[in-house]
């Protein structure tokens, strides 16, 4: 009897996440979201990493003088390549036509470099998984392309900013 208790606990508290938790069935299975039913909106997502280094490797990439080449050209460019291709590489993630990937930079004090990436879509399921993907394939380009300089960089702060569109509307993550 005891065993039995705990079974049908499990089995509601699967059913209970399952309901919060949109990747998984009443089962607790994972499984891919129906948008089918969705409206089709304009969905827009936007996110950011920092790549901390020491000053002088941000320095040379600001100055073009790393060996590998133009730092933020290849950076940029792996960055919208990986808003393009992220139902490659997460799971579950519903493959989107991305009509915008712009990547940002900022060099900021003390050797940290800010990427921005932004992403936006036509569609029934939102761009954040496409904006985040973006920032990270950047962060870890410019690290590729600099370890032979500062193997101690290091990659932080990886975080949606902000979302706008379905029906979920705008969110904006708030200042600390």
């Known amino acids: 009897m005891k065993h039995e208790a705990r ?3 499990a089995t509601r508290d699967r059913k209970a996440t399952a309901r919060r938790l949109t990747h998984l069935d009443a089962q607790g299975r ?3 979201v129906d948008v089918s039913g969705k409206a089709v909106s304009e969905r827009v ?3 950011t990493a920092t790549v901390r280094m020491q000053p002088t490797t941000l320095r040379l990439i600001r100055s073009g003088r790393i060996a590998k080449g ?3 050209a290849v950076a940029r460019i792996a960055g919208v390549m990986a808003a393009k291709r992220t139902a490659d590489l997460i ?5 989107l036509p991305v009509e915008v990937a712009s990547i940002d930079f900022t060099p900021r004090a003390g050797g940290r470099l800010e990427i921005t990436a932004t992403t936006k879509v036509t569609g029934k399921t939102g761009v954040e998984m496409e904006a985040l993907a973006a920032a990270s394939a950047a962060a870890l380009t ?9 193997r101690g960089m290091v990659i932080t702060d990886l975080c ?3 979302k706008r569109g379905g029906r979920s509307g705008t969110w904006r993550r708030g200042r600390a």
């Open 70 to 72: 133009e730092v933020l």
């Open 91 to 95: 799971p579950l993630c519903h493959p």
């Open 30 to 32: 994972a499984r891919m």
């Open 45 to 47: 997502a936007v996110a």
């Open 160 to 162: 949606l900013l902000e």
């Open 7 to 9: 079974v049908v606990t």
């Open 142 to 150: 410019v690290y590729d392309m600099c370890k032979a300089v500062d």
